[in-house]
């Protein structure tokens, strides 16, 4: 295999899965007494095959548990194929947990010197590295101090440097690079692009669709450890987000009206606090329902009902009352009642929700009037200050 | 996954060795001397046991030395299992972040104990000297008797290190297992003439000669206390045991890996 290269064959791999895991051994021998030994196996990858050239850039998306980490493991050797081989070319270095080598009472020279044994480097190769890398990490007042007082900051720093130091023909990446402070991510990325241009291979495990396109040209899209979609970096990009919304529509709530109708609402507007019709509401902003109620039945209605709620647009019920259960006076009309709800919320997750409105006599069981799902509200954070202000303006002729 | 020539591996143990002396004794006074106070306590405490209370210490000359000869090897073998146990536990996140040869973790834990015995051995002829206990031709053996008992005490490391992995209770046995082993085995008492006067049972003498760790006590007598060539027999038992366990832990830890790397 050429350096740089990567050929992974019908790769499946199964953890076990232990549902009420026996640790102890008095567990194990009662259960086997008891044959109920409970072991079941979770393919994490099934059947996975891909090929890669040596100096391209790959991403592995797919939502969590896809195993897109357990291919990374997989490649960097960690991991066995239960079945199927992988096989690579060259060094490999792999970013799947930073500084994981460290020791806290070693100072951070002496844990680079451990860390370039681990690696497989000997000591000549080492020492010639270390100020390569303390100079990276902007270490240097520090690689006399044990490692357990580093923030947590310079310790990644370290770590970054390190594991991208040696040089590596194939470079893992998972989900690492929110390292350091800006200006060290930075260069995080600005080493990653130089390992491109190198002719390196990389290949990027992220969330972050916008690090995938702009690193990669070519993304592999697991699904429940299989191989969904394997191609430009745009085609698979454009599939993966098209289907997670599609998932989204397709659980969302659509909105649906049943009842008797005998008491319906009319009509319904909703304001905002100073009373202009509106959808979008700030945190410290009231939410006012304002209806027009009707009602066919000829003679006056008493104890009505009348409720409200307020789903998630995945359809899961966040809020759900009426004026009996919060102890506020029942509807009590005849022809026609015009009622309002001023709905005081403290918003912890701004987001789009859908209002519903009910009208029922539970006392008659009846169902007037439903409307779930029913009005779109955003919720939104309360506005920052308005970036400038005006002082003064003059306007003067002569 | 890079290929790991001998060499390296020879560099990946060295630095894990130079890695847990430097820890151990980090923010301890007395540091590396801890090795050779923890037995020279215990021999103390054993000494007034069986010369004052037991009172059978009394037939061998110079108790103290004999016991301090049996101690030094015995505290390097309990010392390595205990640490080698949880070694893979320990580290468990390293382990599943890179790759490198897992065997080295045991396998450095008994190599750091090593070096504390030789140290302690060094030490331990001194004072048999003092007391006119001059040491033999037969010194020069000390050396590959202690390569078979690493290498019988790396076995064993390897598998302990592996069991604990599935079951915790191997922590806790070990140290339950060496109490009994530690009386087991002829430190505190010889395994000949004196030891059938002290034991009062010639078969049960001749039992605990297939103690793993009797040849080397043996030959640590032999060699260290009396001065004379260590008996055949305790060369057939070291050996034997050695090659049983480093066969035996190899082909488990070989076996068990790929399962213990999704375990941890």
Redesign the interface.
């Known amino acids: 295999m050429k350096p740089g290269g990567i050929l992974m064959k019908n790769v499946t791999l199964d953890y076990r899965l232990y549902h009420d895991r026996a640790v102890t051994l008095r567990d194990t021998m009662l259960n086997f007494f008891n044959r109920k030994t409970r072991i079941e196996h979770f393919r994490a990858l099934n059947d996975v095959s891909f090929n890669i050239a040596p100096g391209s850039s790959v991403a592995v998306i797919g939502s969590n548990g896809a195993g897109k980490s357990t291919t990374l493991k997989i490649l960097a050797g960690i991991y066995k194929p239960t079945s199927g081989t992988s096989e690579s070319g060259g060094r490999i270095a792999s970013l799947l947990d930073l500084g994981v080598g460290f020791h806290p009472d070693l100072t951070g020279e002496e844990n680079l010197m451990l860390n370039g044994a681990l690696l497989g480097l000997d000591r000549n190769e080492m020492k010639k590295l270390v100020p390569e890398i303390v100079e990276f990490a902007q270490l240097e007042r520090f690689m006399d101090t044990p490692v357990k007082y580093y923030s947590s900051g310079m310790f990644m720093r370290l770590g970054f440097s390190l594991a991208t130091s040696v040089d590596p023909d194939i470079l893992l990446i998972d989900e690492v690079l929110a390292v350091g402070d800006v200006g060290f991510q930075d260069r995080c990325y600005e080493r990653i692009c130089d390992f491109q241009e190198k002719g390196r291979t990389i290949i990027f495990v992220s969330h972050d669709l916008e690090a995938v396109s702009r690193l990669c040209r070519r993304a592999i899209w697991l699904h429940e450890g299989s191989i969904k979609m394997d191609g430009s970096v745009e085609d698979v990009l454009s599939g993966y987000i098209e289907n997670v919304q599609k998932k989204h529509i397709a659980e969302a709530a659509t909105p649906t009206e049943w009842g008797t109708r005998e008491i319906w609402f009319d009509s319904v507007i909703l304001r905002n606090t100073d009373g202009t019709p509106s959808g979008t509401f700030r945190r410290g902003e009231k939410i006012v329902v304002d209806t027009l109620i009707k009602s066919r039945l000829p003679s006056t209605v008493d104890n009505v009902v009348f409720g409200f709620s307020i789903h998630r647009i995945d359809g899961e019920t966040v809020i759900g009352t009426n004026n009996l259960e919060m102890n506020q006076p029942l509807l009590s009309f005849r022809g026609s009642v015009a009622s309002r709800i001023e709905i005081d919320l403290s918003i912890a997750e701004p987001g789009t929700y859908l209002l519903g409105l009910a009208l029922t006599d539970p006392e008659a069981n009846k169902d007037y009037h439903w409307q779930e799902f029913f009005y779109p509200v955003t919720l939104l954070e309360k506005r920052k200050d308005t970036p400038l202000k005006l002082s003064e303006a003059v306007w003067i002729q002569e | 996954?890079?290929k790991?020539r001998i060499?390296?591996l020879f560099?990946?143990m060295?630095?894990?060795v130079?890695?847990d002396l430097?820890?151990r004794y980090?923010r301890s006074i007395l540091g590396f001397a801890w090795f050779l106070l923890k037995p020279l306590f215990s021999m103390v405490v054993y000494y007034f046991v069986f010369t004052r209370i037991l009172r059978f210490g009394g037939a061998i000359p110079h108790f103290s030395l004999f016991l301090l000869t049996g101690l030094l090897p015995w505290n390097f073998f309990s010392s390595s299992l205990s640490a080698s146990t949880s070694s893979l536990l320990d580290n468990h996140?390293?382990?599943?972040?890179?790759?490198?040869p897992r065997m080295t973790l045991p396998a450095a834990e008994v190599t750091a104990n090593l070096i504390h015995l030789l140290l302690a051995l060094l030490v331990l002829e001194i004072l048999l000297i003092t007391f006119g206990h001059y040491p033999g031709l037969s010194i020069i053996l000390i050396l590959p008797a202690l390569a078979l008992l690493t290498i019988m005490t790396t076995g064993i490391a390897l598998l302990l290190s592996i069991g604990n992995v599935f079951?915790?209770?191997v922590k806790q046995f070990i140290e339950v297992l060496l109490l009994a082993w530690f009386y087991a085995s002829p430190i505190i008492y010889p395994l000949d003439s004196i030891g059938v006067d002290i034991i009062q049972s010639p078969r049960l003498v001749q039992i605990l000669k297939f103690n793993p760790i009797s040849g080397f006590m043996e030959i640590m007598h032999s060699i260290f206390y009396a001065g004379t060539w260590p008996p055949l027999w305790s060369w057939i038992s070291l050996s034997s045991w050695s090659i049983v366990f480093l066969l035996a832990g190899i082909a488990v830890f070989r076996k068990a890996e790929?399962?213990v790397?999704?375990?941890l």
């Open positions: 996954m890079s790991w060499g390296r560099l990946l060295q630095s894990l130079a890695k430097k820890v980090k996140r390293l382990i599943r972040s890179i790759y490198f079951y915790r209770d790929p399962v790397v999704k375990e």
